[in-house]
C-alpha cells in the first residue's frame, strides 16, 4: 500500500518534468544552428541546472545532440544542442559493412585502418594551410613546426568531418611536443560504440595518414616520418582524443 501512495504521489512530478522536457525539446527544434543551456534556460524561465538535466536526458534519448558553439575571441567553445535530423536507420546497413571487412575483430580493425590512411592521402593535399584567421601560412621548420602544421591540418579535416574539434594549448613543452585535439561529437559513434574496430580504426587510420602526409595545400612535396598520432576513443562518453607527437 505504501508504494502504491508513494506512486500515486510521484505521479504529478513525473508528469511535471515530462512537459519541461517537452518544452525544452521543442524550443530546441525552433533553431538550426546549436544552442546553450543558458540561452534555452533564459527562454524557458527555468534554472539553467534544471535545463541541463533534461537536456542530458533528451541527449541520452538519441533525439537531440552536443555540439560545440565556437565564437570569435578570447575564452573556451561552449556546448550548443541541436536536433537530430531525422534520417534512415543506417543501422543495419553499417553493421552488414563491418561484418564485410572480415570475419574476426583483428581483420577489420587492420583493414579499416588501412582503409582510414588511404582515405588520408586522397583528402590531405586538398586541405589549404591557414592559421586559425583563415589566412595562408608558411610551413613550420623541423619537428615542433612539422607537430603544428599537422596538428593544425588534422584539426582542420576532423572539423569538417563534423567531430567538434578543440585544439589544447599545453601550458607548457611536453615530451615529443605533443599536441593535443579534443573531439567532442564523433559523426558515427553508433557504430564507434558497436563496432570501434571498424569506426574507431578508420579514424586512427585517417589520423595516422594526415600525420605523415604534407600539410595541404602549399606544403613541399615530402613526407614527415617523424611524426605518430594516437586515438584514444570515448575517454567521456562524448569525448575522444587525438594525440600528435614526434618521434624519439
Not at 541546472?49 to 534519448?61: K, Q, S
Not at 621548420?141 to 582542420?156: K, L, T
Request: with cysteine; aromatic share 4%.
Amino acid at each position: 500500500m505504501g508504494r502504491r501512495n508513494d506512486d500515486k504521489n510521484e505521479r504529478p512530478h513525473r508528469e511535471g518534468r515530462n512537459r519541461q522536457r517537452q518544452r525544452v525539446l521543442e524550443l530546441v527544434r525552433e533553431y538550426d544552428d546549436p544552442i546553450d543551456a543558458g540561452e534555452l534556460a533564459a527562454h524557458l524561465g527555468l534554472h539553467t541546472t534544471t535545463v541541463r538535466f533534461h537536456l542530458d536526458a533528451l541527449c541520452g534519448e538519441g533525439v537531440i545532440e552536443r555540439s560545440r558553439i565556437t565564437r570569435a575571441g578570447v575564452g573556451r567553445p561552449r556546448t550548443g544542442y541541436r536536433t537530430v535530423r531525422e534520417r534512415l536507420d543506417y543501422r543495419i546497413l553499417a553493421e552488414i559493412l563491418a561484418l564485410e571487412l572480415g570475419d574476426t575483430a583483428e581483420k577489420r580493425r587492420r583493414r579499416a585502418q588501412a582503409a582510414g590512411r588511404r582515405w588520408a592521402q586522397r583528402i590531405a593535399g586538398e586541405v589549404p594551410r591557414e592559421d586559425a584567421a583563415g589566412h595562408l601560412v608558411p610551413g613550420g621548420i623541423g619537428p615542433r613546426g612539422a607537430v603544428e602544421d599537422q596538428s593544425a591540418m588534422i584539426a582542420r579535416v576532423f572539423d569538417r568531418m563534423g567531430f567538434g574539434p578543440e585544439p589544447i594549448m599545453a601550458d607548457k613543452p611536453t615530451a615529443g611536443n605533443q599536441h593535443t585535439i579534443r573531439l567532442h561529437s564523433c559523426p558515427v559513434r553508433d557504430l564507434a560504440r558497436h563496432h570501434p574496430e571498424v569506426a574507431c580504426a578508420l579514424h586512427l587510420g585517417l589520423l595516422q595518414g594526415l600525420a605523415a602526409e604534407p600539410a595541404g595545400k602549399g606544403s613541399p612535396a615530402v613526407s614527415v616520418p617523424w611524426i605518430q598520432a594516437e586515438l584514444e576513443p570515448f575517454v567521456e562518453s562524448e569525448l575522444c582524443l587525438a594525440k600528435v607527437t614526434t618521434r624519439g
